[in-house]
């Protein structure tokens, strides 16, 4: 039985599991495990238990990767080389890609939020239907 966090949460978080960045991506853990063996810069910290946990910036430079190997097409060695020149360069390129990431970061986030809330609104709404059900009836 899955549990879903609370928005406050979501909103807190400072590191996020290699899970939870997979479904925001829409891609399989393995594949994030990959790329890291891929691109040297990117390198998320493990947890006492040796899990992979992602900041926001990593989660920023996956979302870059993404765009480049599937969007654009590149190669692992041409997304490389992209990425490691726009790092040289720090162009407004570079700022452009990373603000669509941060607002698709942002709309991962409104909608765990809205998720969250539909289901404690459920929650809330079940218990409602059984006391209906529990009014006696008038028999004549």
């Known amino acids: 039985m899955a549990i879903r966090k609370t928005a406050p949460e979501t909103d807190s978080k400072l590191y996020r599991s290699i899970s ?3 479904e925001m991506l829409d891609v399989k853990p393995h594949v994030l495990r990959y790329w890291e063996t891929q691109f040297s810069m990117l ?3 493990k947890n006492r238990a040796g899990n992979r946990m992602y900041r ?3 989660v ?3 979302l870059r990767i993404k765009e480049l190997l599937y969007a654009k097409r590149f190669t ?3 997304a490389k080389r992209t990425l490691l020149a726009e790092r ?3 162009s407004p390129q570079v700022e452009m890609g990373f603000d669509s990431a941060e607002r698709k ?3 991962f986030e409104v909608k765990e939020g809205l ?3 539909v289901a404690k609104l459920r929650r809330q709404a079940r218990p409602a239907a059984p006391a209906e059900s529990l009014e006696p009836t008038l028999e004549g």
Do not use: M, W
């Open 20 to 22: 939870e960045v997979s």
């Open 43 to 45: 390198r998320p910290k």
């Open 56 to 58: 926001p910036d990593e």
């Open 60 to 62: 920023k430079l996956l």
């Open 76 to 78: 692992i060695e041409g």
């Open 88 to 90: 040289r360069e720090e």
């Open 105 to 107: 970061l942002l709309l």
């Open 115 to 117: 998720r969250d809330i």
